[in-house]
């Protein structure tokens, strides 16, 4: 009789144990489901307590969902590109007549000293800072061919360090670590995340490598300058967007197309300070 009860306890017991476990995959599910619903691409599922197959298929949906990221944000890079080579034609294209006519129209004596010539100076003045503005957009449309090789971090970091002897550095990348990587390309990223961290105002850089469960390199650049309010951190890669008065809003985005066209990625991290993440 007692192996009857022994029998039917576990039976019992594998019952539960079974729908508890269903219930977990079920809640996973849910979660994946609601991370997609809001573009939350960075999802981790938790990958203990399931069994060898469940473990790869949350693994291999883990890796999805950076594939969904990065794709999306080469769509993004891809469209801003399109938009900003569609803008700067067109209004570079009304900007010549206007720069042409008021220079023509300065030339004639019956303008030299009256209200009209200072009107002139204005919109011939207005109208080449228009241009130069938009120049700067040009160089973000255009497209990038990087040349790959192997690349020593450390190099790069040392020729950047050297622009800027005011800042004080926390290099924790090994002078060996090397990556793929366009050297001048990567040099341009590098100059600006540190050119943008001077000017708002750091006095520190701290940089260190990490490798994640697929192998990929990234570098980590945090400053310690005041931290990105949390309602631009998602607009930081967007072209034309900048908090800086004199600023043209192309550097983060042109860093962000740089890396993805070296089959890499960039992004701020959700931390206190100020992080960027360089991936290769």
């Known amino acids: 009789m007692w192996i009857l009860v022994l029998i039917l306890g576990l039976l019992l017991l594998a019952v539960w144990l079974i729908m508890r ?3 977990r995959l079920r809640r996973r ?12 691409y960075q999802f981790r599922l938790p990958t203990t307590g399931m069994l ?20 999306r944000r080469k769509t993004e890079v891809a469209t801003w590109e399109r938009l900003t080579r569609v803008l700067t034609h067109e209004i570079m294209n009304g900007m010549a007549p206007i720069v042409s006519l008021s220079q023509t129209l ?12 200072e009107g002139l100076r ?6 080449g800072h228009l241009s130069a503005f938009l120049s700067a957009y040009r160089t973000f449309s255009k497209e990038l061919k990087p040349k790959l090789r192997p690349t020593r971090i450390s190099e790069v970091l040392t020729a950047v360090k050297a622009l800027f002897p005011q800042l004080e ?3 924790g990348v090994d002078a060996g670590f090397t990556v793929q990587a366009d050297p001048d390309l990567f040099h341009q990223v590098m100059l600006n995340l540190t050119k943008n961290a001077a000017e708002a105002g750091a006095h520190r850089i701290a940089l260190c490598t990490v490798t994640d469960r697929d192998g990929r390199i ?19 890669f ?21 890396m993805i066209a070296m089959n890499g990625d960039l992004e701020l991290l959700d931390k206190s300070e100020t992080t960027f993440k360089v991936t290769f």
Not at 52 to 71: K, T
Not at 106 to 115: A, N
Not at 122 to 127: G, L, R, V
């Open 21 to 23: 476990h269903q219930r």
């Open 29 to 40: 599910a849910y979660l994946i489901q609601e991370a997609v619903r809001n573009g939350d």
């Open 52 to 71: 060898s197959g469940e473990r790869d298929m949350a693994e291999a949906l883990n890796r999805f969902g950076e594939v969904i990221l990065q794709e």
């Open 106 to 117: 300065l030339r004639r004596e019956e303008v030299k000293g009256t209200p009209t010539e």
């Open 122 to 127: 204005a919109i011939q003045q207005t109208s």
């Open 169 to 171: 550095w926390s290099d």
């Open 218 to 236: 990234s570098l980590l650049v945090s400053n310690d300058g005041p931290a990105i309010l949390a309602e631009n951190r998602s607009s930081v």
């Open 238 to 258: 967007v072209p034309f967007f900048t908090t800086k008065p004199e600023g043209s809003g192309i550097g983060l985005a042109l860093c962000r197309k740089i």
